[in-house]
């Protein structure tokens, strides 16, 4: 079994999402979260760490990270255990540092998540359950977070990207 982590950096209302390249032998073409393989005698969160720095060129802060959720797939030799993580805080502006592996990083809306091609269906969903979004997912069919309604964009960090005076200042 192969165990892998992946990590949710989210920032203004969206989510870094890595393109794998079409090359790949192993999900080709496919948005995914950042990650890797967990190295012998690692703990995840130092997986995750490393991964972070190397793919992305980011030091997580490690208190920052908090376990999301755990997917499955596959069976046997190729069974893969992926670790979720969420991210809070990272110090570094992200870029792709693994264009062998990626061949586009972006940061995607919570509304775009939909229409991409993601690595695991059930994505979509663990993306969504993230506290940053929760805000964006009770306002959608209720009010817009442009509106004037300044306690909602307090509160709300997914919708503070509307409004540029609560925007995440880089570390």
Not at 18 to 38: C, I, M, N
Not at 110 to 118: A, N, Q, V
Not at 143 to 169: E, I, P, W, Y
Request: with cysteine; charged share 25%.
């Amino acid at each position: 079994m192969h165990v892998v982590v992946t990590g949710a950096l989210v920032e203004n209302g969206a989510v870094l999402l890595v393109h794998r390249r079409p090359t790949k032998r192993v999900y080709p073409d496919v948005w995914d979260l950042p990650g890797g393989q967990v190295e012998a005698g690692e703990s995840e969160l130092q997986a995750l760490a490393r991964e972070m720095h190397e793919e992305l060129g980011v030091h997580i802060v490690a208190e920052s990270a908090s376990r999301l959720g755990v997917m499955h797939d596959g069976s046997g030799e190729d069974a893969v255990h992926v670790g979720v993580w969420e991210i809070g805080d990272w110090v570094g502006s992200p870029t792709n540092r693994a264009p062998d592996e990626h061949d586009d990083i972006a940061w995607v809306g919570i509304s775009e998540l939909g229409g991409l091609p993601l690595v695991h269906g059930v994505l979509a969903a663990l993306v969504r359950s993230l506290p940053e979004f929760e805000c964006a997912r009770r306002h959608s069919d209720v009010t817009d977070c442009n509106q004037d309604n300044r306690v909602t964009k307090a509160d709300c960090r997914a919708c503070a990207g509307t409004d540029s005076s609560s925007a995440r200042s880089a570390p």
